[in-house]
């Protein structure tokens, strides 16, 4: 498995924008399809966003879609998620998450198998 690191969420006002950061470790990154999980107070798990091995093919929720770009760069055994024109309505512990392919696109929830810790996006209005 691959170990997850989120970094970047924050204070922000609506209307604001961020970028979220997720380290993987590990030598198989590249491997591996990537997404981003949100989880706002007192609701389930939402999924956000997923981007493919390349990061030539990405999936967005219809919730995030023309606000939220997900991204990745292999080198850097990295994943982000600009967030812009946030909303109140954003605000939740984003998670990033590592998936292997399980004949599904974009990957089902009970396909990612390796979490990050989270980072908590606050948006005030």
């Known amino acids: 498995q691959v170990q997850l690191v989120e970094s970047g969420g924050g204070l922000v006002q609506a209307g604001g924008s961020l970028r979220l950061s997720c380290a993987a470790s590990?030598?198989?990154?590249?491997?591996?399809?990537m997404g981003w999980l949100r989880q706002a107070p007192g609701k389930e798990r939402e999924f956000a966003a997923a981007?493919?091995?390349?990061?030539?093919?990405?999936w967005y929720a219809d919730s995030v879609k023309g606000r939220f770009t997900i991204s990745r760069d292999n080198a850097k055994n990295t994943v982000y998620l600009q967030v812009n024109s946030l909303k109140p309505e954003d605000t939740a512990i984003y998670y990033c998450?590592?998936?292997?392919?399980?004949?599904?696109?974009?990957?089902?929830?009970?396909?990612?198998?390796?979490w990050g810790q989270g980072t908590q996006v606050t948006v005030s209005s």
């Open positions: 981007i493919n091995w390349s990061g030539g093919t990405t």
């Open positions: 998450a590592a998936a292997q392919y399980g004949g599904y696109w974009p990957p089902r929830y009970d396909d990612f198998a390796s």
């Open positions: 590990g030598r198989t990154f590249s491997t591996y399809l």
